[in-house]
């Protein structure tokens, strides 16, 4: 008596791996997990509706790939190493050629970073996507948002902004040629979660957060929780290798509040600049300092002469309110 | 710069409780939790999607009681101890009398089983409601639903039927007298999970799954998973109190079949009846020996008097696709 949809979550359904967490995967009513002696489990639920955080029509194993990805990315802004994940999905219906699709851009990446589906749900509805993740470190290491201090070095992982330029690509808001829509897109659809570096980072960078709704507004996430200020220097922004080739205007404002980046902002100590790059360089990931935490509250932003730099709020409105 | 629905989220933001596995809640890129030394985790997730699980327009108290005591129902069907939940949340607008309502019945049921939201998502989209929910429990103690062995009796948790009552009287295949209606429907709208039955009946019970598509089709996961048949006697299974006035045939319909009672059915070896009396005994829920585990697969039902019965398979399509 299996509905269709309870075929479907065979396509989700592979056997626990040995040497790994999981004591019992996808089938039972709870999957069983077993943490590691002395660490601490890191968990992040993040929900994705059609229409609101893609596209119709989006290609369905760059959907899987990003779910995840975005999931991931989370894990590496607390500095966790991946675990595993359930996986809830409601769909409008079972096409086959979709499902294996998705399913396969899911588990190339859950592959590459040693993450196992343990358990899931399937539903006939409107396309929603919910994946919870877990991950380990051990007790104390997390790069909280509430961390940052006075002094503190801002730093910022590989690149902001393609990811916004392909949005206004698609949104015919600026015309891109092709080959700069292609490559800004992809940073939009396979975003590279930073897992690698957020491990590297523990026991060297006070606070962390990953820039999923742009620069501004997330480092503002650890201004406030941290109860400190900052000043950046706008012009400092490593923008995408596609964005880097247009106006200063508009590489200042995607790299400011592009969103959709995924890239890791976090904070540390000047003392350990070195480090923080011995780090960078072990994850291979590039890095970039762009400004410093201070104990007045606010946001300054300067250009690379460090002046005053005044951007027009209505340039952020539009781009943080999705 | 908090979008409407990051304002949302502070309905379900409290500050995390000391003396709970809560490390760190609501508001960073991840919760954190401490595992218990030596306990194995349970994780379990369910979507729920208007239309589909629910009415449009359902009272959004009940909705919140609902939506985590199914979670919580996997929970008891494993033998976990309830520890914390995430919520993910997709809605079509923020209105602050329903998040209200629907926060105060989540956080009702969560408070009576000391089970802490540590993090979540909301977004705007159509309404779509996924709990992921974690519990702990002693290693090898799972209750799971490939443990079956022949011999073993096959025992219900309180009574069955009633949520399908309800559900035939709102779509009117059936006219129920108000009181009636009224009482059916408490049982379709605020199931109680039995989570202290599940811790009882560790070290007692074999196999054990929660009652959420029908006892048949539920029971039929253990038969499978377990790679054995049974014997059930129908007119055993506990009717709900206002399904037992009901004909026979619909009694026997709506107990083998029925979906949305979120009892416990689970095994014991014979030898152990009067142990899982006693756990029901302490975990003040009553449970029904309804038949017994044997090695030749399938399942055949009888009537009181042992005489085999042949049920209209007609009878359970309609019941149990949803």
């Known amino acids: 008596m299996l509905s269709e949809f309870d075929l479907i979550a065979r396509y989700f359904t592979r056997p626990p791996r040995h040497g790994t967490a999981a004591v ?9 997990l077993a943490p590691s002696p002395g660490m601490q489990q890191a968990i992040s639920t993040d929900m ?30 607390m500095g966790a190493t991946p675990v595993a994940f359930t996986l809830a999905l409601s769909l409008p219906d079972a096409q086959a050629e979709w499902l294996q699709a998705f399913s396969d851009g899911l588990f190339k ?19 929603n996507i919910c994946i919870t993740i877990f991950g380990e470190l051990p007790h104390g290491a997390a790069l909280r948002r509430d961390a940052a201090q006075a002094g ?12 916004r330029l392909a949005l206004a690509g698609y ?9 700069s829509m292609e490559a800004a897109a992809e940073r939009l659809h396979e975003p590279i979660p930073r897992v690698a570096l957020g491990i590297a980072l523990r026991g060297i960078a006070h606070a962390a957060v990953d820039i999923s709704d742009g620069f501004i507004g997330d480092l503002g996430h650890i201004l406030q929780r941290s109860n400190v200020g900052a000043t950046v220097d706008a012009d400092a922004l490593p923008a995408g290798p596609t964005l880097i080739r247009r106006s200063q205007e508009l590489r200042r404002r995607f790299s400011l509040a592009g969103g959709d980046d995924y890239e890791l902002c976090f904070t540390a100590p000047a003392s350990q600049r070195d480090a923080v790059l011995a780090a960078a360089h072990a994850a291979g990931t590039p890095v970039t300092r762009v400004g ?31």
């Open 24 to 32: 019992l995967g996808v089938g039972d009513d709870c999957a069983l």
């Open 48 to 77: 994705l509706v059609e229409d609101r955080h893609f596209f119709r029509g989006t290609d369905p194993i760059k959907l899987g790939y990003k779910c995840l990805a975005v999931n991931l990315s989370d894990l590496a802004a």
């Open 109 to 127: 990446l859950a592959d590459e970073y040693g993450c196992q589906l343990i358990g899931g749900d399937t539903t006939k509805g409107p396309l």
């Open 152 to 163: 503190d070095d801002i730093w910022v992982s590989g690149t902001l902004g393609d990811p």
């Open 171 to 179: 949104r015919e808001e600026i015309i891109l040629d092709s080959a």
């Open 292 to 322: 410093s935490i201070e104990s007045g509250a606010g946001l300054r932003l300067t250009d690379a002469g460090g002046a005053p730099l005044e951007l027009e709020p209505s340039s952020f409105d539009h781009f943080t309110s999705p």
